[in-house]
């Protein structure tokens, strides 16, 4: 098993920046592909960001790209999504997904794919 714990949300202005942590422990040995999902009220949980075990490899939603920016610290264990120019539809619990991999580059958008959850993250951006 696999426990992963967001830190770093939290209420910032329109136009502000955050950075989000998601630190993993247990049975960390295998390679772990992992992704930034988020859940606004009344909607489905949506992709983010996904990032390669290696952290060669990263993709985003339309939504936020040129703006949040995954990486990841394998030594530390730790997932990072840093969130510059917030905009009041970022608003959302955000939540740190992980999965096995074999392929060194490969990542995954879709929530079903991803095996290990956190519990999840408040960011309230007001406008």
């Known amino acids: 098993q696999v426990q992963l714990v967001e830190s770093g949300g939290g209420l910032v202005q329109a136009g502000g920046s955050l950075k989000l942590s998601c630190a993993a422990s247990g049975r960390t040995g295998s390679n772990y592909a992992m992704g930034w999902f988020r859940q606004a009220p009344g909607k489905e949980r949506e992709f983010v960001a996904a990032i390669s075990w290696l952290g060669g490899v990263t993709d985003y939603a339309d939504s936020v790209k040129g703006r949040f920016t995954i990486s990841r610290d394998n030594p530390k264990k730790t997932l990072y999504l840093q969130m510059n120019s917030l905009k009041a539809e970022d608003t959302a619990v955000y939540y740190c997904?992980?999965?096995?991999?074999?392929?060194?580059?490969?990542?995954?958008?879709?929530?079903?794919?991803?095996?290990?959850w956190g519990q999840g993250t408040q960011v309230t951006v007001s406008s």
């Open positions: 997904a992980a999965r096995v991999v074999s392929a060194l580059n490969g990542y995954y958008k879709a929530r079903d794919e991803y095996k290990y």
